[in-house]
């Protein structure tokens, strides 16, 4: 890369989400242009039926090849790295560099015989829940490689995702125990998954080679609840491997990527392949995408913003073909443009990272932020939403305050002045919802 690479990813994430003079309008698209070139490959990578001459024009670039690799491992895009280089490589000689192309072709390689494995796990676990007599869904990764996209392999996955029905997932947990699945509570006990969260402890097979999370809910702790019955009645049977498995309808399982990226993640765990997911999923099911369904399910769930907005992004950054009609019907008339012009410059840079954090407030601080901005409910709801989630936001707080506290004393005394307020608003609302009677908005 050509010049000092600190201050050429400065000032690309300056131009990427610099202050606006003026509100951005709904139509206004992520600017792709202002990212450095791993960034814009990467991106192309992720998109559908990527631009070939856009391809070979960024490979003629002086790229960084180990940090494509890391950001393409980090969003579950090595697998579509490799057969976009191999198909460029193929389309316009000499390509990227050999040892690069083997690499990514041990990456492809080491994913496809990962997926197989999984799959085969899989059927041997289906089997068993289905001798005991317990129904189940299968979600995200491990229903959506073998389902909506051209090569499975194409769609990473770090675990396999169950859904089963609230009162059976005792007795999921013990098929898999007596299949020698073992427990992982190196993060949290057993209980307090149980008590907590919105799938039990993690299983982990026997030869460690799969991580299984069986889920009584779609959703983690937060503000949203979503009917499951629903989602049970419109599941249909789809093929994974040689067995058929429950996968939700099309429109649901639009909205449960919806929800587990802005919902559950904040778009700040967010994957570029999360984009992916939705983009092949239009692309799959076509027609029969119901959006009729989508939208009016998102306002009867009161979550179209978290739907909004990840379809946005899918639209924006990989080209998903969310018709223009839908995002009008969800968007909010009674959000303010300064808020969306805020999101529209925050959620690509939690999503992409692309250099040095771009704003003036700190990046936990802003991060806290997302729900509140987002949340279609008022702030008083947003702000028990932030105490629910204080300790997993904690964490991921505490890494940025050390950041934030390297820039000097004028950070520091900001960042305390901060942590005083968010620690006083979270205190006020805990005591609030135990004065209302409604219980710890900690353990809801």
């Known amino acids: 890369m050509h010049g000092n690479p600190s201050s050429r990813l400065h000032s690309t994430a300056n131009g990427l989400l610099r202050p606006r003079q003026r509100p951005l309008g709904r139509a206004e698209r992520v600017r792709l242009e202002s990212l450095t070139p791993e960034w814009r490959l990467l991106v192309a990578c992720a998109a559908q039926g990527p631009d070939p001459g856009a391809v070979r024009g960024l490979l003629g670039a002086d790229l960084d090849w180990q940090a494509l690799i890391d950001r393409a491992v980090r969003h579950g895009l090595a697998p579509l790295l490799c057969a976009t280089l191999r198909a460029a490589a193929i389309a316009s000689p000499p390509g990227p560099p050999d040892a690069i192309v083997t690499r990514i072709g041990e990456l492809y390689e080491r994913h496809a015989g990962r997926h197989a494995g999984r799959v085969a796990k899989l059927a041997e676990i289906g089997a068993e829940l289905d001798g005991a007599g317990i129904p189940f869904v299968v979600l ?41 699945y073992t427990l992982d509570e190196s993060w949290r006990t057993e209980a307090w998954y149980a008590a907590h969260h919105n799938h039990l402890a993690p299983l982990v097979a026997p030869d460690g080679s799969l991580i299984v999370e069986i889920h009584g809910s779609i959703l983690g702790p ?223």
């Open 140 to 180: 995200k990764g491990a229903a959506l490689g073998s389902v909506v996209y051209r090569d499975p392999t194409f769609r990473t996955m770090g675990d396999v995702d169950l859904l089963t029905r609230r009162e059976d997932l005792a007795a999921a947990s013990r098929v898999l125990r007596r299949l020698g």
């Open 222 to 444: 937060g503000g949203a609840r979503v009917p499951v019955a629903g989602l049970w009645e419109r599941a249909g049977l789809e093929r994974i491997g040689t067995a058929r498995f429950r996968v939700f309808a099309p429109s649901d399982l639009l909205l449960h990527l919806c929800l587990h990226l802005a919902h559950d993640n904040l778009f700040i765990d967010g994957k570029l392949r999360d984009l992916r997911d939705v983009a092949e999923i239009v692309r799959h099911y076509g027609d029969a995408v119901d959006w009729d369904a989508v939208v009016g399910q998102a306002r009867t769930w009161q979550i179209t913003r978290y739907v909004y907005w990840s379809l946005w992004l899918a639209r924006d950054l990989v080209g998903a073909a969310i018709p223009a009609a839908v995002l009008e019907r969800l968007a909010d008339a009674h959000r303010a443009r300064r808020t969306d012009a805020l999101l529209r410059r925050l959620l690509p840079a939690l999503m992409l990272r692309p250099g040095p954090w771009p704003f003036t407030l700190p990046a936990w601080l802003m991060v806290g932020m997302v729900p509140l901005l987002i949340h279609p409910d008022p702030p008083g709801h947003a702000v028990r939403l932030l105490a629910r989630r204080a300790d997993r936001g904690g964490r991921m707080a505490a890494k940025h305050l050390r950041i934030a506290l390297e820039l000097g004393p004028r950070a520091r005394r900001a960042a305390s002045r901060v942590r005083a307020a968010l620690s006083r608003s979270a205190t006020g609302a805990r005591r609030r919802s135990l004065e209302d009677g409604r219980g710890d908005p900690a353990t809801r």
